[in-house]
């Protein structure tokens, strides 16, 4: 298994069940956008590996474009100042756009880009993430599509990282605490 060298705690989502959730989820927006313009907008860099498998899994034919931001600065505080690092190539004024997480944990990054990508005059604007945290349900978010509600602990793999390692694991698992406690 990979365990990332003793890293690992335990597996949370396995890769199979990552599969059938995204396949379920692909079929939503299918259903939803039928007939419809769609642009994926992947956050960088944990959506990478969602947005890949998603708009594999569609039978639509959308586009994909890419966003980095950096919430909150240096600290692990949340501030909610957002500050764009790569804005999309894309005009977004009357498209459809689909937001597309790794994770929602605040909601912070999100509940600023939703009102970013508002503000640019788009058909609609909506929210698909792999993972959402408790946190989450603090902030006004509508979140449309979510693959797994997973409680307040340390998550990784899927795009999701620690110290911008792990994204590469092919499932969502915990972080064994001597990791991160160093
Ligand atoms: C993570 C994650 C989300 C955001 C969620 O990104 O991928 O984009 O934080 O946190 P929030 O709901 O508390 O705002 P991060 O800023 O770590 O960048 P990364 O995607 O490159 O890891
Ligand atoms: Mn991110
Ligand atoms: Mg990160």
């Not at 199979?16 to 079929?27: C, D, K, N, Q, Y």
């Not at 894309?90 to 600023?112: A, C, F, H, Y």
């Amino acid at each position: 298994a990979k365990d990332m060298g003793g890293d690992l705690e335990k597996v949370l989502v396995t890769e199979e069940e990552i599969t059938a959730r995204i396949r379920e989820l692909a079929a939503e927006i299918d259903a939803d956008y039928a007939g419809k313009d769609l642009l994926l907008v992947g956050v960088l860099k944990g959506a990478v590996m969602v947005m890949a498998d998603l708009a594999r899994g569609l039978g639509h034919a959308c586009e994909m474009d890419w966003m980095a931001v950096s919430s909150y600065g240096a600290g692990t505080t949340s501030s909610g100042v957002v500050r764009i690092l790569k804005d999309l190539d894309t005009d977004i004024k009357d498209r459809n756009v689909l937001i597309v997480e790794d994770v929602i944990d605040s909601g912070l990054t999100l509940s600023w880009l939703v009102g970013n990508l508002k503000s640019r005059g788009p058909a609609s604007v909506e929210i698909c993430t792999m993972v959402r945290k408790p946190l989450a349900f603090s902030v006004d978010l509508k979140v449309k599509y979510i693959g797994f509600d997973l409680p307040n602990e340390f998550i990784v793999g899927y795009g999701l990282d620690y110290a911008e390692k792990y994204r590469n694991l092919p499932f969502i698992g915990t972080l064994a605490p001597h990791v991160y406690q160093g």
